[in-house]
């Protein structure tokens, strides 16, 4: 079965520029959160997406957003990108929603750098 | 406000010895997670623990749950260079899961 994918891998943007990642799930998996990774701030909940629906949603500005379509595939998007917002940015897929008791699997993730 | 703490952030040590990695909060979370993490790719579950005062053993590595399932703990023996990475703890709580900054480890051949 294959892992999650991300695209691009690698992407390199100026301020106020905005940017779109895409994340596909394993296979059958419905539920897909975003997340963002800095050495200063670690892991942080994007937000969560079950379903075509957004269940839960971190601390971040309006600024990002996300879906996800009807075959579980989902996009992050950033507009008008700040400096800050350079980051490693994970998708993980689950078979259930947030909350049930299943294995969370990411993947490689998206390096942004913004310039 | 950082709801996970882990400690040590960084270690290194030499191959064959052990070590204990922690991860403490005031919160208590309803289950915990530990990951491993290496350079260029997403972080892979090692083990679930759901009740207070579990231990889980995944081959040299040892889990603990604390009894009031607010702290955790990873034990490593006879470490070897591939266990060298970032190893993160993750609590669920309110249907949401909470990271810690994890502990940066390093095994010296």
């Known amino acids: 079965k294959a892992g999650v994918t991300q695209t691009p891998r690698y992407l390199i943007k100026t301020r106020g520029q905005q940017v779109t990642l895409s994340c596909s799930p394993i296979?059958?998996?419905?539920?897909v959160s975003w997340y963002q990774q800095t050495p200063g701030q670690g892991l942080q909940f994007l937000f969560e997406y079950f379903s075509e629906t957004q269940r839960n949603k971190g601390n971040f500005p309006g600024r990002f957003s996300g879906r996800q379509f009807s075959n579980s595939r989902s996009e992050m998007n950033v507009s008008t990108l700040e400096l800050g917002d350079s980051a490693l940015y994970l998708c993980?897929?689950?078979?259930?929603?947030?909350?049930?008791?299943?294995?969370?699997?990411f993947g490689p993730g998206t390096r942004l750098t913004v310039l | 406000t950082q709801l996970l703490e882990q400690s040590p952030q960084f270690l290194s040590i030499q191959e064959g010895e052990n070590l204990t990695v922690y991860c403490n909060s005031s919160s208590v979370f309803s289950s915990l997670q530990w990951y491993r993490q290496e350079p260029g790719e997403g972080p892979v579950l090692l083990v679930t623990v759901v009740t207070g005062g579990e231990v889980k053993k995944l081959k040299r590595l040892t889990f603990q749950f604390g009894d009031a399932r607010k702290d955790s703990s990873l034990h490593i023996t006879a470490a070897q260079p591939g266990d060298t990475g970032l190893y993160l703890c993750a609590g669920n709580r309110d249907d949401k899961i909470i990271f810690g900054k994890g502990t940066r480890l390093h095994i010296l051949p």
């Open positions: 296979s059958g998996h419905r539920s």
């Open positions: 993980a897929s689950r078979g259930g929603p947030l909350g049930s008791y299943n294995e969370q699997f």
